[in-house]
């Protein structure tokens, strides 16, 4: 018979990343499936089995991943998710005919990470020595 050979999904490119960024929600998402990320990192494990694990992962909106890829300032309930839909659809099935759809925002929902990349008001090294270079010219 012919030898299988394993393939890695275009998907698996975000692993690495996952890892790096999201480690504590990774475990937390999958101990209960008795997975552990120290075993993907260790090759104990191919992409393509720890892909399998995540993807589902990722589908669940009440994942520690889920939430913390999405900025989410805690992991709600999908209880809580639920009785804000029907509440802001409530709010909106009140309104006239033609009025804007309000859009009522979620108590858990925060900014959006932004993966090591510096923010215009992060002070850096080379800022100060700028603004110092600044403050002598005038």
């Known amino acids: ?53 995540v993807s589902e992962i990722l589908r669940e909106p009440s994942s520690h991943l889920f939430s913390a890829l999405a900025g989410d300032k805690y992991v709600p309930h999908p209880a809580e998710r639920a009785a804000w839909a029907v509440f802001e659809q409530d709010i909106n099935t009140r309104q006239k005919r ?24 992060e002070v850096t090294p080379d800022r100060l020595a700028r603004r110092a270079k600044l403050a002598a010219m005038f």
Request: one cysteine or more; charged letters at 25%; aromatic letters at 12%.
């Open 98 to 121: 033609g009025a804007i759809r309000i859009r009522i925002p979620r108590p858990w929902a925060g900014k959006s990470p932004n993966y090591g990349q510096s923010s215009a008001t």
């Open 1 to 53: 018979m012919g030898r299988k050979v394993e393939r890695v999904r275009p998907f698996s490119r975000v692993l690495p990343a996952l890892i790096r960024w999201h480690r504590a929600a990774l475990r937390y998402d999958l101990a209960p499936l008795g997975v552990r990320v120290e075993d993907f990192t260790s090759e104990r494990c191919s992409w393509n089995e720890f892909w399998d694990y």
